[in-house]
């Protein structure tokens, strides 16, 4: 059944992509293990949402906070986008 933030995912897109992304594929966007990336959840250093036991990241939030933080190019992250 598809409820709340993952209801787009069932049916998908517009454009092909899910709105959510999972720690392992964050992991593979920031060039980090999935622990590393777990750590910096339980830190506070990563938008996240909880739903049940699983930890999704929504697109345009991580996208959002990427590109606020300090001497990272928005346009190097954005290549890794195509998971």
Same mark, same amino acid.
């Given at each position: 059944? @598809?409820? =709340?933030?993952? #209801?787009?995912? @069932?049916? =998908?897109?517009?454009? =092909? ?9 964050? #992991?593979? !966007? !920031? ?7 777990? +750590?910096?959840?339980? +830190?506070?250093?990563?938008?996240? +949402?909880? !739903?049940?036991? +699983?930890?999704?990241?929504? /697109?345009?939030? !991580? ?9 990272? /190019? ?10």
């Amino acid at each position: 059944m @598809c409820v =709340g933030v993952l #209801a787009p995912a @069932c049916g =998908g897109s517009a454009a =092909g992509m899910r709105p959510y992304l999972t720690t392992e594929e964050v #992991a593979l !966007l !920031l060039g980090r293990t999935p622990k590393a990336i777990r +750590r910096m959840v339980e +830190r506070g250093q990563l938008p996240y +949402r909880k !739903l049940g036991r +699983r930890v999704l990241f929504l /697109r345009a939030e !991580l996208e959002e906070f990427l590109e606020a933080l300090p001497g990272l /190019r928005p346009a190097d992250v954005r290549k890794r986008w195509r998971l």
